[in-house]
């Protein structure tokens, strides 16, 4: 069973940045995909971004793309998301997703953190 658990979340200023964390235990964190998705207040779960085992593969919606940047240090279990040039339509709960497979996008994830709040200032 793997546990996951964000952090870094916050309010920040339309423009500014943050960086979001995701600390994985209780698997191998190298051999797992890992996602980040966003849900707003009345809005969908949004996929924001996929990274692969070593980091070497991501893939970003347009929404996002250019802004976002999916990162992974493997030896600290970790994964992070950096966000960039912030809107007030990020906005959002954050939550970080793991999945053991080899394809890097809006999977089905099976382990899931209990999210981080975004909120972004205009």
């Known amino acids: 069973q793997v546990q996951l658990r964000e952090s870094g979340g916050g309010l920040v200023q339309a423009g500014g940045s943050l960086r979001l964390s995701c600390i994985a235990s209780?698997?191998?964190?190298?051999?797992?995909?890992m996602g980040w998705f966003r849900q707003a207040p009345g809005k969908e779960r949004e996929f924001v971004g996929a990274?692969?085992?070593?980091?070497?593969?991501?893939y970003y919606p347009d929404s996002v793309k250019g802004r976002f940047t999916i990162a992974r240090d493997n030896a600290k279990n970790t994964v992070y998301l950096q966000m960039n040039s912030l809107k007030p339509e990020d906005t959002a709960v954050y939550y970080c997703?793991?999945?053991?497979?080899?394809?890097?996008?809006?999977?089905?994830?099976?382990?899931w953190g209990q999210g981080t709040q975004v909120t972004v200032s205009s």
């Open positions: 997703a793991a999945k053991s497979t080899v394809v890097v996008g809006p999977v089905n994830y099976d382990y």
């Open positions: 209780g698997g191998t964190f190298s051999r797992l995909a």
């Open positions: 990274i692969g085992w070593v980091g070497l593969s991501t």
